[in-house]
């Protein structure tokens, strides 16, 4: 076997562009090769081509340009032979959804010609690895996303191949079932020498790779270790405390906006971790210089890429008063939600402030969904007390949802009317007309940077035109509450801040913000979260409240993630033992 | 054995899906049964209280009491009428299905045992037309064996009570029947399940985003598509089979030919529905269109331009081109020719080569777009 898994050369793949003639370039000139017998990562924002070379990879697309090699076969001469070694997970993996559980491996492992003598064995592994155990003759259709994920995995796994594609295998699931998945892949790795191709959006993924190459538009910007791309970021990264009572997310806003001597802010544990632009003197009271990571040096290389002038959110009011004693807008108690004998939502209780960002997180299947559903009067509750935007839910559903806005996990505008026909078509749901249409439309337009793209299809917009618009949707009736079901999923970095931009300067203005994320991290733009689990509420409060309860030690040491995993576990421990 | 394996691995996950999909297997065989009994009853329903114009030249008491035989049947409603040509005018206006002439010398006839009755019927349904003939015979027959009966008593012959009927067909442009419509449901019937059924069957696997795992797979596209053919082709025979022994037994359609022979076309004739449905699904990849597609391209025409409905001797040439481009219409000769002439080589071989050489390039096209390929 040859030192490299793939070797790509001049590679370049054209896809018609929508409406127009010519063709657009998804990849171009691209050379790299992923070494085998370890994991190699790809990143880079949405459309920088990673699904596109996975796909050229497997055979399922043609080049038109550069030469391929797989396994040192030429792909594009007999992808049949590249097929018959290799296995592949594609970003929807297609279960079989009225196949069950065993079935779906059984198909796979007898299409890929696993003999009957193994099968046991590695089903016995897989299904140990993946929990998936006591599913085994339910409906694939029937498992929640990350236990389909999961499977989707397993199938791909019933064999050995040489090499393993992995599209995007964790997008949606959530953080203990992330790890899970990374850890059957590392074990694959350690037993079997067997090389792997990521796909990732997720950062923290690509650093635990032994290689990591960052496309943008087609093209390969960098390549390297995880260490060296790091080290680009080296001594430029601080940490800085916000003033007391201000919000991480203010301080984080305003430095992000500060683009003439900052690349990139995240709140972090309750402070702000941002990027200095290189000899840029910028002196902040309370800061402290931390150790890079590989997502700084992805922003700052995309940055250093990034050509186009990026749009200017809004600009944010002044911070609204830390102290002031805000009246709940929200107002949860004693709900539960039962579907015949599963108890979806048990015994819920909290309160949502008027302005507070207040995040929602849990695993999938935790009853994140279902909170959601009956704070936006789209499903009754069982039982318990619900006011939203002091309308009693349960006697007035119709009367609340004029005060909300409800931005859907999915794309749910109507993908063959144009940008403004969308928003002329919710404007017109919302009863607006005459003046105040036009003022919310301009408004719109302004906001959300939409002006240039009114007239096109909307199902031809790129992603985060896509996020931008349905949340322009939701905003024309200038709702109080405005409820985001996982509006981050599958984005970018670079969507991702400007997302939360916005977000921060809604709240700013007097908007609440209810929010379900799989990303931890972005919990700490919130003011406070509830974190579920099996229905249950396990933590409640500040993110730094939070953190303090997982007992990490030392509280604001550990990072969100590590206190989410920390906090289901001990719940699930805890419902193990009583059981 | 690699390949057997693969290849049963898929043939099981298709049964599978094709079983726990209710709303498919329902189309496959409700549907079948539906039709049959819409088709083969709806178009030759009893028919009641059939107006009739009888027009009695012959006012003698022999007569008087054989036409009255017309009156006491319950499926019969006769309109006494003085004259022919008024009789006729009715018949154009189509405000009677029949008329029943009885000649000026019916009684008299009667007693030499060879009376005549003209029966004229309205064609335009031949089905309808070939019900009322028999009710009005029968009504006569009934009418003869009163009279036998009274002269059995007095000791006369038997014989002397006898009418004749003497049917003819008027305004018979359609040419359909009873015994063409059944057989022809076979031709729909096979027509739906593998062309219509089938057409979903690659492009739901390209909207649930199957195949691309699939793809990646030693399976081959020849594998994945024999699969899919495996138990629609299982569904497509049943629905033959029931629409074979409805045509036997709840519709008597004789079969003139052989049966071992229409089993045979007919197995050819699926094969060629699953083609074409398969490559339909193939190149539209998506579920409403492909249905679509195989509604407008296969079904309806094999309903309307087969010669199911219409004969196609009688259609302008464009009509009877296209008629005589779908596959349906050369099976639906030999279904007929089978049922109603039976087994005529020089017919039912060519058209049946005909079916052979379609058989060839639907599969070739099915596979020629099944490329495991995205773009």
């Given amino acids: 076997m040859s030192a490299s898994a793939i070797v790509a050369q001049g590679l370049g793949k054209d896809f018609p562009a929508p409406g127009a003639k010519a063709k657009v370039a998804a990849l171009a000139e691209l050379s790299l090769e992923v070494p085998a017998g370890s994991i190699t990562a790809l990143v880079g924002p949405d ?143 350690q037993g079997e020498q067997v090389s792997v191709l990521v796909a990732t959006a997720y950062l923290d993924e690509a650093e635990r790779c032994a290689r990591v190459y960052l496309l943008r538009e087609g093209r390969l910007l960098a390549g390297g270790t995880p260490a060296e791309l790091r080290e680009r970021a080296s001594g430029l990264v601080q940490v800085a405390e916000p003033a007391a009572g201000e919000a991480p997310r203010l301080l984080q806003a305003r430095l992000l906006d500060d683009r003439a001597r900052v690349v990139d802010a995240v709140p972090e544990a309750g402070a702000v971790r941002f990027i200095r632009r290189g000899g840029a003197g910028l002196a902040l009271a309370r800061s402290h210089s931390v150790q890079a990571r590989l997502e700084d040096g992805f922003m700052l290389l995309l940055d250093a890429a990034d ?206 913000v209810v929010v379900t994320t799989h990303f931890m991290e972005e919990a700490e733009y919130c003011d406070r979260i509830v974190i579920q689990d099996a229905g249950r509420v396990l933590a409640l409060g500040t993110p730094a409240e939070v953190r303090a309860s997982a007992g990490g030690g030392g509280g604001a040491a550990t990072t969100m993630e590590q206190a989410f995993i920390g906090v289901v576990e001990a719940a699930r421990r805890g419902l193990q033992e009583a059981a | 054995m690699n390949r057997l394996r693969r290849v049963l691995a898929l043939v099981r996950k298709e049964m599978r899906q094709l079983l726990r999909d209710r709303s498919n297997l329902a189309l496959g065989i409700v549907l079948p049964g539906l039709l049959t009994l819409l088709f083969g009853y709806g178009l030759s329903m009893d028919v009641q209280h059939a107006p009739v114009a009888v027009v009695l030249q012959d006012t003698s008491p022999g007569a008087r009491d054989a036409a009255s035989g017309l009156a006491l049947s319950p499926y019969l409603a006769p309109r006494w009428v003085d004259s022919m040509p008024a009789a006729e005018a009715l018949m154009r206006n189509a405000e009677v299905l029949a008329i029943v002439n009885i000649p000026g010398d019916f009684s008299a006839r009667l007693a030499g045992g060879d009376a005549v009755v003209q029966l004229l019927l309205h064609g335009s349904d031949a089905a ?133 022979l229409l089993v045979a076309v007919s197995v050819l004739y699926l094969l060629v529905a699953l083609g074409i449905g398969l490559f339909i699904s193939s190149v539209t990849r998506n579920q409403f269109v492909a249905s679509q597609v195989a509604l407008l391209t296969s079904f309806l025409p094999a309903l309307m331009l087969s010669g199911f409905l219409f004969d196609l001797r009688n259609v302008p040439a464009p009509v009877w081109v296209v008629g005589n481009l779908l596959p349906a219409t050369h099976f639906m000769t030999v279904v007929k020719t089978l049922f109603l002439a039976g087994n005529v080589p020089s017919l039912v071989l060519p058209e049946a080569a005909l079916l052979v050489g379609y058989l060839l390039l639907f599969f070739a096209a099915a596979l020629a777009v099944t490329k495991k390929r995205l773009d």
């Avoid at chain 1, 550069?66 to 590249?82: C, F, H, K, S, T």
């Avoid at chain 1, 929200?330 to 209780?349: E, K, P, Y």
């Avoid at chain 2, 009927?165 to 009873?178: G, K, M």
Wanted: proline residues 5%.
């Fill in chain 2, 128 to 260: 309808t037309a070939r019900t009322v003939q028999s009710y009005v015979a029968g009504a006569f027959a009934q009418a003869a064996a009163r009279r036998a009966d009274a002269a059995a008593h007095r000791g006369a012959s038997a014989a002397a009570g006898a009418v004749q009927l003497q049917p003819r067909l008027w305004f018979n442009s359609a040419n359909t029947s009873s015994w063409y419509l059944v057989p022809g449901l076979i031709v729909i019937i096979i027509t739906l399940v593998g062309a219509f059924l089938t057409s979903l069957v690659v492009a739901r696997e390209w909207e649930r985003g199957t195949l691309e795992a699939l793809f990646v797979t030693p399976a081959r596209p020849a594998e994945i598509l024999f699969a899919k053919l495996v138990p629609y082709f299982a569904v497509g025979m049943l629905g033959f089979l029931m629409c074979l022994a409805a045509a036997r037994w709840l519709f008597g359609v004789p079969l003139q030919g052989s049966l071992a």
């Fill in chain 1, 47 to 189: 459309g920088a081509g990673k699904t596109t070379f996975i796909r050229l990879a497997a055979g399922l697309l043609r080049p038109d340009r550069g030469r391929l090699q797989v396994l040192g076969l030429d792909v594009a001469r007999d992808p049949q032979a590249v097929q018959d070694r290799i296995s592949y997970m594609p970003q929807r993996f297609g279960l079989y959804e009225d196949l069950s559980v065993q079935e779906n491996l059984d198909l796979y492992a007898d299409l890929h010609g696993v003999p009957r003598a193994v099968r046991q064995a590695r089903y016995a592994r897989l299904m140990e690895m993946t929990d998936l155990n006591p599913f085994r003759s339910r409906l694939a259709g029937k498992l929640s996303g990350g236990m389909k994920q999961k499977l989707g995995l397993a199938c791909t796994l019933v064999r050995s191949p040489q090499l393993l594609l992995l599209d995007e295998p964790t997008v949606g699931v959530d953080p203990l079932s992330r790890r899970e998945l990374w850890q059957i892949v590392e074990q694959l790795i």
């Fill in chain 1, 307 to 512: 050509t186009a002038p990026r749009a200017a959110a809004a600009a944010i009011a002044a911070p609204a008063v830390a102290a002031q004693p805000a009246a709940p807008v929200i107002s949860v108690q004693h709900l539960t939600r039962r579907f015949g004998d599963f108890v979806a939502v048990a015994d819920t209780s909290f309160e949502v402030r008027r302005g507070e960002v207040f995040g929602l997180l849990g695993p999938n299947g935790a009853g994140k969904t279902t909170t959601f559903r009956m704070l936006c009067g789209l499903l009754p509750p069982s039982s318990g007390r619900l006011s939203v935007a002091g309308v009693d839910m349960r006697h007035a559903r119709a009367a609340a949802r004029r005060h909300i806005g409800y931005v859907s996990q999915k794309f749910a505008l109507y993908a063959n009317l144009s940008v403004e026909d969308n928003l002329r078509f919710f404007a017109g749901a919302y009863g607006l007309a005459g003046a105040a249409l036009q003022r919310q439309l301009q408004r719109a337009y302004a906001e959300f940077d939409l002006q240039q793209v009114k007239r096109l299809p909307s199902g031809q917009l790129p992603g985060g035109f896509r996020q931008r618009l349905a949340m322009a949707a939701a905003l024309l009736h200038e709702p109080e509450i405005l409820f985001l079901d996982e509006p981050t999923s599958g984005a970018d970095p670079h969507a991702r801040r400007a997302f939360w931009r916005r977000i921060t300067a809604l709240a700013a203005a007097g908007t609440t």
